[in-house]
């Protein structure tokens, strides 16, 4: 019986425009609630954007945000892994060393944090997943911890800069998620850990698990999950890591697929 549905938001549950067919969610969300099922996106996204692109149903949900580095839900964190202040400025000083035209965004528990120097249309990329965004002219006028760093790269260079980021993968987490996105949170702290996380809070197991995801950051979220979908629109290794492939993002494959099996379901 599946008592836990994760997904990831963009490419994944998101259309390609950013959006979801929010009157085919009417139906997700009361089936989900009759059957007792929690409903969890897993997304690079902030807490707070979710909450935004949710409304008055995000109460519900329980929120793996910032890359999952954060779990909120009814408002409240109820878990976060930081990146020590120290460190995320070492990883940032390399990042702006290395020179290139990418976009770097430092997020801490007060919100995003972008150069006053980035272009309109850069920050209007930045606020597509970001609700608390603020601007400086020095990273390290930051003092916080980091929930975060990501780098955008619209030049499509991350796989590269990753690898040039080698010095730091014993003490964070990177990832490359495609060729135009870099996450970076703290040692050991991605999907798949703190899915393991909620899971244990929520007494649920991978066998009463459903996941949904598109990219490399998928990965480890697909291990936590015994019903796990690649979308067709996943990159090849990632549904070779699915036990499943369902439609396209563009065709609401997360929504309907949550309907064909929790319909076969009995209520809790």
């Known amino acids: 019986m599946i008592k836990l549905v994760l997904t990831d938001m963009d490419g994944t549950f998101l259309d390609n425009s950013g959006e979801f067919n929010r009157e085919l969610y009417k139906d997700v969300r009361k089936l989900l609630q009759d059957k007792g099922v929690h409903f969890a996106p897993v997304t690079g996204k902030q807490c707070e954007r979710v909450e935004e692109l949710f409304g008055e149903d995000a109460k519900d949900l329980w929120i793996l945000g910032d890359s999952a580095t954060r779990i909120k839900h009814n408002g409240e964190f109820v878990y976060e892994s930081l990146l020590s202040n120290e460190l995320g400025r070492k990883i940032i000083g390399l990042l702006e060393d290395l020179s290139l035209d990418h976009t770097i965004i430092a997020c801490t528990r007060s919100g995003a944090v972008i150069k006053d120097t980035l ?5 209007a990329v930045v606020r597509r997943s970001y609700a608390q965004v603020r601007q400086v002219s020095d ?20 796989f590269e800069t990753r690898e040039k980021l080698s010095s730091f993968f014993e003490s964070a987490y990177i990832v490359a998620s495609d060729a135009a996105w870099i996450d970076i949170a703290n040692a050991n702290v991605h999907k798949g850990t703190t899915v393991e996380h909620l899971q244990q809070l929520l007494n649920v197991t991978p066998e009463e698990t459903m996941a949904f995801g598109d990219g490399f950051n998928d990965l480890e979220l697909m291990a936590r999950a015994a ?11 990632l549904k070779d890591a699915a036990n499943y492939i369902t439609r396209s993002n563009e065709e609401d494959a997360v929504m309907n697929t949550i309907i064909q099996i929790l319909s076969l379901q009995d209520s809790h």
């Open 119 to 123: 272009p309109p249309e850069e920050i």
């Open 139 to 158: 990273f390290n006028e930051i003092t916080e911890d980091f929930v975060k760093i990501t780098v955008f790269d619209c030049a499509l260079r991350c």
């Open 227 to 237: 019903y796990s979908f690649a979308v067709r629109n996943a990159v090849p290794e």
